[in-house]
């Protein structure tokens, strides 16, 4: 009886469960994101625990970080994960989790430049396709949501920390005060320096810090219906 390596009862060709280095011939497609390997191998590459197509537009890896596979579960069994961008296993990320990785990058930078190109470059969806399926499940554009949470920030920093109004204003992301000043007040009905002064945190302590204090609750900013 043999045991051969593709396995007449069910098991695997443990080198090629567990990845292989590229051959010359997969590297170069890995190289030229060559649409015509996919599904021929996958490749993980070990730095990020990520695998992909031989398609992907990603980052070139460095070739010894990367180890082709045969099949998608061998990767995941091998322990990468699926590459969002080329979707590997044919799966789409669902909208809602997909809307909700963007928005967490917008909670998250809100002091960068945001626009829809780089919301785009960031979630890997055309323009079109993220405008329309983040208002679908968000309720407001992303430029809306973006404006909502600069101000709620703005206002809770206004509130809770001891920064000027013109570090307020680029913290997030809104460095030209006029437009800040102007766009706050369109928001909230005050402008930022009488915002501060009717929500103003009453503990000294606080007042005294220099930085924000994650204990001051002061002054939410309902800016969610903008
Ligand atoms: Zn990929």
Partial sequence: MRNSENGQNGSRSVQFADGIPASDRQWEAIVACD?????????AVKTTRIFCRPSCKSKEPRRDHVLVFGKVGDAIGAGFRACKRCKPTGERLPDQEWVHQITAYIDSHLQDDLSLESLSQISHGSVFH????????????????????????????????GLGITEVAAKVGLPNVPYFTTLFKRVTGRTPAEYRTANLNSEPRERKDEHESSECSAGPVDAGRY
């Fill in 35 to 43: 649409a015509a390997f996919n599904d021929r191998f996958f490749y």
């Fill in 130 to 161: 993220m405008h329309r399926t983040f208002k679908r499940l968000q309720g407001v554009t992303p430029i809306a949501y973006i404006q909502n949470r600069r101000i709620a920030e703005a206002g809770r920093l206004l509130a809770c920390s």
